[in-house]
């Protein structure tokens, strides 16, 4: 039988016709029966694609014959299911978009691409130099690159996580004065597969910070080669059907529900159809009252508390 696979990949590189490239994958996409999300921009590519594993690799094979994607770092996981026509049942639709930043952290202008990369970015640690570091130097700080309710169920021990819901809120973040104390320690930033940190290094160096690293293949890389073994703890919050999985047997659970403050790594959207907040939310709260605080409001309902930190 077809086995489900999902590959998740970014790749910075100068592309000058963007919506040729687009073009190109959509029709790729399209013809292996993929599904999932691909961002392009002048700056390179950022994608998360599934279907069987005959068909993502024909897609790698594909995608690779073009010059400047030859060089892709590819992170293979488990999909779900395939549905009765063989498409992966991880994501509802294909879709594939011109953007002007492959993360929207909202300052085009300050990143730099060139053949070789992002220039001027943190230095990459892979999972052993981390766990090295950190051994080595006890005032090192680990940053959290992904907004807040990523983090509610996974994140590396004693993590800094900046009280960000969008990409775009980090800026404001890291000029608030929040964090000055840290630009004199070293730094080791982290996202679930490395795109975040390789903008979010540049801006912080940008904004002062001396010593900045980041975990090179971000959190996918770091638990291939750990699991829960390591410095990580509790769950990894994934953008598809699967929304949260786990980097090995026996997780941590650090999660609590929004509603009851019970153990829990279940992530559920805020049952206001258009609101795209996500909540943790344990099982037993699983139902169609799961209101984010903004809408408790408008609905006129109990306040219900924000998915905080244990």
Known sequence: MPVPKILLYYHFTPLRDPEAVRLWQWELCRSLKLRGRIIISEHGINATVGGTVENCKTYLKRTRAYAGFRELDVKWSAGTALDDQGYSTDFPKLRVRVRDELVTFGAPDEIVVDETGVV???????????????????????????????????????????????????????????????????????????????VLTVLMRNRG???????????????????????????????????????????????????????????????????????????????????????????????????RQP
């Open 120 to 198: 001027g970015g943190g230095t990459r640690l892979d999972p052993e130099q981390v766990n090295a570091l950190v051994e080595q130097r006890p005032e090192t700080v680990f940053f959290d690159g992904r907004n807040a309710i990523e983090a509610a169920v996974g994140r590396f021990r004693d993590a800094v996580v900046p009280q960000t819901s969008t990409t775009g809120d980090f800026v404001a973040e890291l000029e608030s004065g929040k964090y000055d104390h840290l630009k004199d320690k070293p730094v080791i930033t982290y996202c679930t597969g490395g795109i975040r940190c390789e």
């Open 209 to 307: 910070f001396q010593e900045v690293y980041q975990v090179d293949g971000g959190i996918v890389r770091y638990g291939e080669r750990f699991g829960n073994d390591g410095l990580w703890q509790g769950s990894l919050t994934v953008f598809d059907q699967r929304s949260v999985v786990d980097l090995g047997p026996d997780p941590q659970v650090i999660g609590r529900c929004h509603r009851c403050e019970g153990p829990t790594s279940r992530l559920q959207n805020c049952s206001d159809l258009p609101c795209q907040e996500r909540l943790v939310t344990c099982p037993d709260c699983a139902d169609d009252q799961n209101w984010c605080p903004d809408h408790v409001a408008v609905e006129n309902r109990s306040p219900l508390t924000l998915a």
